[in-house]
């Protein structure tokens, strides 16, 4: 897990919730598997640009809204967040 895909997966989670969409719908329309859907979300799998094209459009999220203040949003991950700071430490 990273941050970045850790934060895209929480807006998708979020986004999905306010929407009352359940997860299995949204997979359904995603053609992957629930299980698959939730790494996505909990930040476990690496995000690829034609996915999150994908689900941006089948949520009505713009693809810029996942990057508006990331540095702001690193900073406040990085000394928030203990996982993802380890996760990060560990990689260099």
């Known amino acids: 897990m990273d941050c ?12 999905r919730q306010k929407l009352q ?9 995603l053609g992957i598997s629930q299980q698959h859907l939730s790494r996505y979300e909990r930040g476990e799998v ?4 034609e996915w999150l094209i994908k689900v941006s459009r089948v949520l009505d999220i713009a693809i810029e809204s996942y990057f508006v203040n990331s540095r702001i949003n690193f900073w406040e991950d990085y000394y928030s967040m203990g996982n993802c700071l380890m996760v990060t430490k560990n990689k260099r």
């Open 4 to 15: 970045i895909n850790y934060n895209i997966g929480q807006m998708i989670r979020k986004k």
């Open 21 to 29: 969409i359940s997860a299995a719908d949204l997979s359904a329309s």
């Open 46 to 49: 690496r995000i690829n640009v």
